[in-house]
Nanobody, 115 residues
């Protein structure tokens, strides 16, 4: 089993920054990939950023140049640094880990960007 605990969401003005953290109950190298998804009201959940076990990184186009995904192997933690936030980034952000052909999810953390 895998537990993912997120933190770092909140309310910020447009142009501001937040950093999300996701602490995993297993070593990062147990997972094929870890990532961040988000879901805005009335919209489908979408991938924001992902990092594979070998360090490959992928971002959705709307966050490229503004968001950075990183990891701390010693802490089994994945981060999402979000800069230049926009109101359209408002959503619940979920941490995801793919382990033994199964998707695990955190509880979600709300990010609200005011204009």
């Amino acid at each position: 089993q895998v537990q993912l605990v997120e933190s770092g969401g909140g309310l910020v003005q447009a142009g501001g920054s937040l950093r999300l953290s996701c602490a995993a109950s297993r070593t990062f190298f147990s997972f094929s990939v870890m990532g961040w998804y988000r879901q805005a009201p009335g919209k489908q959940r979408e991938l924001v950023a992902a990092i594979t076990k070998d360090g490959s990184i992928n971002y959705t186009d709307s966050v490229k140049g503004r968001f950075t995904i990183s990891r701390d192997n010693a802490k089994n933690t994945v981060y999402l640094q979000m800069n230049s936030l926009k109101p359209e980034d408002t959503a619940v952000y979920y941490c995801n880990a793919f382990y033994h052909n199964y998707d695990y999810w955190g509880q979600g953390t709300q990010v609200t960007v005011s204009s």
